[in-house]
């Protein structure tokens, strides 16, 4: 397993969440690093990426309220989540794309976000 998400849960409107998302190789051997989401019956979704050098990109339905980071020395990459909606329900996945081989792409188990109104 390349890469471990943790830390979803039910939360209220309004609430907050941390998700983690573990590489067990070197954060460093990914050319960036992203969260996706899935509500129930949607499709997946982007929600926020992190290239190698910190560049950052949001959807824009969790600018302002959401926040990608990395921390290389635990190598792991975080999603802070604040005022929480109950449209940001869905399973959470962390992807990464490896700079070698070029385009090699990982995906984590999914971690359930809920938020009830």
């Known amino acids: 397993v390349q890469l471990q998400a943790s830390g979803g849960g039910l939360v209220q409107a309004g609430g907050s969440l941390t998700l983690s998302c573990f590489t067990t190789e070197s954060i460093g051997s990914y050319k960036g690093l992203a969260w996706y989401r899935q509500a129930p019956g949607k499709q997946r979704e982007l929600v926020a990426q992190?290239?190698?050098?910190?560049?950052?990109n949001y959807a824009d339905s969790v600018k302002d309220r959401f926040t990608i980071s990395r921390e290389d020395a635990r190598n792991t990459m975080t999603l802070q989540m604040v005022s929480l909606k109950p449209e940001d329900t869905g399973v959470y996945y962390c992807?990464?794309?490896?700079?070698?081989?070029?385009?090699?792409?990982?995906w984590g188990q999914g971690t359930q976000v809920t938020v009830s109104s």
């Open positions: 992807n990464g794309e490896k700079v070698f081989p070029p385009g090699r792409e990982y």
């Open positions: 992190i290239s190698i050098g910190g560049r950052t």
